[in-house]
């Protein structure tokens, strides 16, 4: 129990194969052998560990799509007994995309693989496990599926190949990231080359970033700035930082370089390094105590039906709204709620209404998914955008979410619903296509929904609120950047200056916060309860913002009290991931809001950042059309037609910022 105590499993995967060598699998040649791969922490140190499974199916677990149904459907079998239980009831209207039955079924460990190998690596039935500081190299291969052959120092002896089948291989590069620094060796590019622990901590990237491959670097992040971003892109900014900083006796790098470099890294980037006309310069503010507020229990199913009226019209809609923000849905009632949520279904529909809506949807939909699914090779062939949606989505679809039971295990219906519904929005919305990110925001969707066409028509709502982060320009992501920066400034001016002084003032490390709405930062579970409290559009606009803001008053005190540097501060709030605890943070995310409300002399930058309304008016000296942030006092009241639902200005590329001074 002591040694179990000490074990911390980071990463497990199943489902994955190696191919049996020597003599006694002599045999065996042409069979694969399933095995878990697993990396932990045990003792301090970092294992890499595979152990194989016998493949026995658990009839009484078992996930599959119903012939008749385009939703997911569990299947209960208890022995002497054959019986279904759907999921979801609702009848397809176009049965000829419905899905072929499919099983997923889970793998318990023989009991021959308890005898792993030690750390002089010797094998025992195909299992083996080392410690992550003896890894020299691992070397990635496609043969139809991803497979890693991983070398040791030191060692005689080699390892079989991993075979990724069922996905995985990225996550588990991902995961060593967080432990040793993976770069690509000059030799062989599929070849990357494993440092220790503590050399990655201090290895300089600067020789990636020499005349010959700077280039490349840059090329990579105009190409595909989202693949860069989910893959690591705090590291590679990381590494340019240190590259461009120069030496430790050097003086720090003028703003307006660092401010060039970022602007190449991030296509499209203003950085204003001046105060410029439009700027709002005012003293610190005091904006007083922040006040304390309390969460709820989630909403009821109970409560849910006493906001409806007998036609089925939800009623004290704005009550309903403040229940759900101050305590999320129980998940009974997700399926229903999400839909008006996101704006897919009327608060103010009738139930019949609701049908009607639903047959027209549904039939929309697949006529939609008709147009790519009737695509012959020959014209995909001739249409390059398609194939490359095609290959990216099928690439993403295998890694996302694989670990959540919903998404795990061979030919898993819930990836082909995930699959389909991206694929027919890139026929909704060609020119987007799909881009890198988006199978994470619709994963907690079809999981909540369990259905293709509800699923799908969320999605889309979603996306309408998400649409800006991932268009080629990034204009989302970097008004949001700047707007975050600006409102820290507002809440702890000392904080903002000190990640300023650590080049850092940028906050580029919220990329991937920002991006996805920290659907990779918190558990699943968690990331279902912060989404539907943000869409009731409580307690202002852009609450995620806030959210953020809770997240770094958080952690604010270690960052100092440490004097962490850039490399620190990057690797501190990647660190973060799956450590969040989300009550705490709305808690403190609506106290900030609530104490900036509480502001007599509220700038009226943040008053449009948040929504908040006129403010105080404006300076007598300047312009009666013009507020003294810039914007138009038209743009700040409720009624703001140019701006998107979640809260950007559509069609302006002027960043409105406000630069604070010390009083």
Known sequence: MAADSLLKVIFEHEGVFIHPSGDEDAGEQDVLVSGSLRIVDKEAEVLVEFKPVEETVDASNMLCAGKDSSSVMEWDQVPGEKSHQLLESQQSYETEWDMVNAVSFKKKSCTNGEGALNHSHER????????????????????????LVLKLKESCSSLPALHFHQGGSREFLENLRRFALLTESPEDDSCLLVSSPNRALSQSFENLLDDNNFGLVQQKFRKDPYVTTLGGFSKVTNYIFDAFRGSEEQHQRPPEEVALLLGEVIPGLEINQQEEPGFEVITRIDLGTRPQVTRTGPLSSEDWIRHQDPEGRMI?????????????????????????????????????????????????????????????????????????????????????????????????????LLHDILMTYCMLDFDLGYVQGMSDLLSPILYVMENEVDAFWCFVSFMEQMHQNFEEQMQGMKTQLIQLSTLLRLLDLSFWNYLESQDSGFLYFCFRWLLIRFKRELSFQDVLRLWEVMWTDLPCDNFHLLV????????????????????????????????????????????????????????????????????????????????????????????????????????????NRVAFISS
């Not at 083996?128 to 043969?143: C, G, Q």
């Not at 608060?347 to 147009?371: A, G, H, N, P």
């Not at 990647?574 to 700038?603: F, H, R, V, Y």
Request: aromatic letters at 8%.
């Open 124 to 147: 025992s039935r195909g299992a083996f496990s080392f410690a992550l500081s003896d890894l020299r190299s691992v070397t990635v291969k496609e043969e139809g599926w991803t497979f």
């Open 548 to 655: 953020c803001c809770a997240i770094l008053d958080s952690e604010k005190q270690k960052i100092m009290e440490e004097n962490y540097g850039f490399n620190e501060i990057l690797k501190h709030i990647n660190e973060l991931s799956m450590k969040l605890d989300i009550e705490d943070i709305l808690q403190k995310a609506e106290g900030i809001c609530q104490q900036i409300k509480s502001c007599k002399d509220l700038p009226c930058s943040i008053s449009v950042i948040l929504g908040l309304g006129p403010g105080p008016g404006p300076d007598p000296g300047l312009d009666s059309e013009v507020c003294d942030c810039g914007a138009s006092p038209s743009l700040r009241p409720t009624q703001r037609p140019d701006v998107c639902s979640n809260g950007l200005l559509r069609g302006s590329s002027s960043h």
């Open 316 to 416: 004290n809609i704005p009550l309903l709204k403040q229940v759900i923000f101050k305590g999320g849905l129980c998940h009974a009632l997700r399926k229903e709620a999400w839909k008006f949520l996101l704006g897919y279904v009327p608060w103010d529909s009738t139930l019949e209404e609701r049908k009607v809506l639903q047959r027209t949807k549904t039939d929309e939909y697949f006529r939609m998914k008709l147009q790519w699914k009737s695509v012959s090779e020959e014209q995909e062939r001739r249409n390059s955008r398609l194939r490359d949606y095609r290959s990216l989505i099928e690439k993403d679809v295998n890694r996302t979410d694989r670990s959540n039971r919903f998404y795990e295990g061979i030919d898993n219906p819930g990836l082909v």
